[in-house]
């Protein structure tokens, strides 16, 4: 793990982390128009915008986490992954995983939805013999 970030999780106050990823999805406004990379929380297992969470002066930590809980969050658990039969969100199903020391890669599988353009997702705890073969 890279040892550069110094990471404050605004979420759980956690500071280590897992990965720091480029956005996957464009917003064209609100908050999280201007988020170029998101770093997940090895803890609570949120993708947390990395202008919330890295290289934080200890002066804003606390602005940075008010900012979190009422702008970001609200927005990033409307877009979040989730699962479509037990409706966990990926961090639930990720902190789950985790504790039962079970692989954390792939998460979800996508089922085939007519009546929407994107699939349903399944998670890894709903259909566990999904995931055995890969
Ligand atoms: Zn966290
Ligand atoms: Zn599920």
């Known amino acids: 793990m890279q040892k550069d970030i110094n990471f404050n999780c605004p979420n759980c106050y956690s500071n280590k982390y897992k990965s720091k990823t480029t956005m996957g999805k464009k917003y064209n406004d609100g908050p999280y128009k201007d988020v170029v ?3 997940q929380c090895s803890r609570c297992f949120m993708d947390i915008p990395s ?3 890295e290289n934080i002066n200890k ?3 606390d ?3 008010k900012l ?3 702008v970001y969050k609200p927005i990033h658990k409307l877009d979040a992954a989730k ?3 037990c409706y966990r969100y990926y961090w639930e199903i990720e902190k789950f995983l985790f504790k039962n020391k079970i692989s954390t890669n792939d998460i979800f599988y ?3 939805n007519p009546k929407k353009n994107i699939g ?3 998670c890894k705890i709903c259909d566990p013999e999904a995931f055995k073969s890969s």
Do not use: A, P
């Open 68 to 70: 979190w809980n009422d």
């Open 37 to 39: 990379s998101e770093i």
């Open 120 to 122: 349903d997702l399944v």
């Open 63 to 65: 602005d940075c986490r």
């Open 51 to 53: 202008n919330l969470s």
């Open 110 to 112: 996508q089922t085939y």
């Open 83 to 85: 699962c479509s039969k």
């Open 59 to 61: 002066k804003f930590l």
